[in-house]
């Protein structure tokens, strides 16, 4: 995907050569989630995995301690859902789950 600035050499889990692309990732901070939308990052093709490089792991850092420009972001709203009261009103105890045993 475009031209390549970037080594990230193979996926740690999976030793499959990461692919640079943009990504959104997700942070806690302060009890707060926050998105970092247009990272540059080396990502798995096969399993997901994410990596960046060091210099952007710095700015990340920076960005997540500077709490000014945190505050002028733009925001977005995000449903949060209590997964107790998902299961009381959608009761499917009588099937078998594929996913969780
Ligand atoms: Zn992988």
């Not at 999976?14 to 997700?26: G, H, N, R, S, V």
């Not at 093709?45 to 301690?65: H, M, R, S």
Request: charged share 25%; net charge negative; with cysteine.
């Amino acid at each position: 995907m475009g031209n390549t600035t970037y080594n990230y050499g193979n996926c740690e889990t999976c030793d499959t050569p990461l692919e640079e692309q943009y990504i959104k990732q997700d942070f806690w901070i302060r009890g707060e989630l926050i998105i970092i939308d247009h990272i540059l990052a080396g990502v798995c093709p096969k399993c997901g995995e994410k990596i960046v490089n060091a210099e952007t792991g710095q700015y990340i850092d920076e960005l997540l301690k500077n709490n000014e420009y945190i505050i002028s972001a733009p925001r977005i709203s995000v449903p949060i859902i209590m997964f107790d009261e998902f299961k009381k009103r959608y009761d499917i105890s009588n099937e078998r789950s594929a996913y969780i045993d």
